[in-house]
């Protein structure tokens, strides 16, 4: 990175670690723009299952991408990129720091490294990867990918339903794996001079924080929000259809499972969530590609950064400026 680049502030770390907080204390401290890095707060019908900031948080400094695509197109990695792309570029035509805020970790990827140049895959390669993913389950598929792919398959979990049919569809679609034409290259690293801060709370912390999470999403109508999108009769391997708490609430709303018993579903699976988002974080090579600096603590309001910590961050920012 040179310093003739300009300047952008990743704020990364699992889910209900406070990043959304943070993110907003920092551009209000040096004059940024939020643009949201996770892959399921673009969708505009999940701002309460998502927790996507407040409106009253969103009026207090620009926030970019939050709600911008609705439930029934699923976005891709590179959509986002060319977003985020034209969004840092406004904010710093508008002179502002850009302060790219979530927890998709493909997303700050493809920032910091680029992406490979995966040709337009056909419908017809989308559509068989989901019927087989509905009529044989994600096992099942990621043990055909592992006959065809074998490289991909190896860096799959057979439960990742959602990356086990992206392979599936490049796989039939274009006649080459996916890791063959990740190892081709593609488009290169953004031309930005990035520093990042990750959060990675004690997991009992997180834990906690999830729980009482869900049981303000619940208060706040997230039953009523997946109500409202489970009417539109969405494919279900939609993205969004697949967002924390929006299976367990469907299941609940069908007459399948109790409320309780979604609650708890909803918990636990959010739980093993974070442990693979921290897993990710800590040994990608995002800290490579950027000045890294690691919070071990979690930040539910601006009320809990500590002088030390926030001082921490300023004089990152400020150094990177």
């Not at 009253?56 to 699923?74: I, K, T």
């Not at 990918?145 to 990742?160: F, G």
């Not at 080459?176 to 034409?181: M, P, R, V």
Request: glycine share 8%; with cysteine; proline share 7%.
């Amino acid at each position: 990175m040179s310093r003739d680049q300009p300047p952008a502030l990743l704020v990364a770390g699992p889910t209900a670690s406070g990043k959304s907080a943070l993110a907003l204390a920092i551009a209000e401290r040096v004059g940024g723009t939020v643009i949201n890095a996770d892959s399921m707060q673009i969708y505009r019908e999940l701002r309460i299952i998502t927790a996507r900031p407040a409106p009253e948080e969103e009026a207090r400094v620009p926030h970019r991408l939050y709600g911008v695509r609705p439930a029934a197109e699923a976005a891709s990695v590179a959509w986002w990129r060319g977003e985020a792309l034209g969004e840092m570029a406004a904010a710093r035509a508008a002179g502002r720091l850009p302060v790219l805020c979530g927890g998709t970790g493909l997303y700050f990827a493809a920032l910091t490294q680029g992406l490979s140049d995966i040709p337009p895959i056909p419908q017809a390669a989308r559509e068989e990867a989901r019927r087989l993913l509905t009529q044989e389950g994600p096992a099942a598929l990621h043990a055909r990918l592992a006959e065809h792919d074998p490289d991909t398959a190896q860096r799959l979990r057979p439960s990742d339903s959602q990356r086990i049919a992206r392979a599936w569809e490049v796989w039939r679609g274009t006649g080459q794996g996916l890791s063959a034409w990740q190892a081709q290259g593609g488009t290169g690293p953004a031309p930005w001079r990035f520093a990042a801060i990750l959060l990675d709370p004690p997991r009992d912390a997180l834990r906690a924080a999830i729980a009482a999470r869900w049981q303000a999403m619940l208060a706040a109508g997230a039953i009523e929000e997946v109500r409202a999108l489970a009417a539109q009769g969405l494919d279900p391997a939609l993205p969004a259809m697949r967002a924390h708490g929006v299976p367990e609430l469907l299941a609940h709303l069908a007459g399948e499972i109790s409320l309780e018993a979604a609650s708890r579903r909803a918990i636990l699976n959010t739980g093993q969530y974070t442990k693979r988002q921290a897993t990710w974080f800590r040994h990608h090579p995002l800290a490579a590609a950027t000045r890294m600096h690691t919070i071990h603590a979690r930040f539910a309001h601006q009320a809990q950064f500590s002088e030390r910590i926030l001082g921490e961050v300023f004089t990152l920012v400020d150094q990177m400026r």
